[in-house]
């Protein structure tokens, strides 16, 4: 079970609703990843538990490139400049 919520940079208004760290599906372990193509993060499985080949891609623009987000420093990908914090008035869902 994991619990998704809302992020949201203080900067550019850009949000996006995950995990916002290394987490778990049902489907498999999941990290957080920026597309190289839109900048938007999302949560994608980093590999099935029974092996199954994953055809992971962006949600907005469909590319399958991707690089780690930094979930540590927590930077924004699109304005490059603030932090992304936690939204209190996000809501959590359980994707289970
Ligand atoms: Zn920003
Ligand atoms: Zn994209």
Redesign the pocket.
């Given at each position: 079970m994991a619990s998704w919520k809302t992020h949201k940079c203080d900067s550019c208004h850009y949000s996006f609703v995950g995990s916002g760290k290394p987490d778990a599906l049902m489907m498999g372990p999941t990290i957080p990843v920026v597309?190289l193509?839109?900048?938007?993060i999302y949560d994608r499985i980093i590999h099935s538990p029974i092996g199954e080949q994953l055809n992971g891609k962006?949600e907005?623009?469909?590319?399958k490139k991707y690089t780690e987000w930094d979930y540590e420093s927590k930077k924004c990908p699109q304005c490059k400049d603030r932090v992304i914090e936690e939204d209190d008035d996000g809501f959590v869902i359980m994707a289970d």
């Open positions: 597309c193509k839109c900048n938007e962006c907005e623009c469909g590319s």
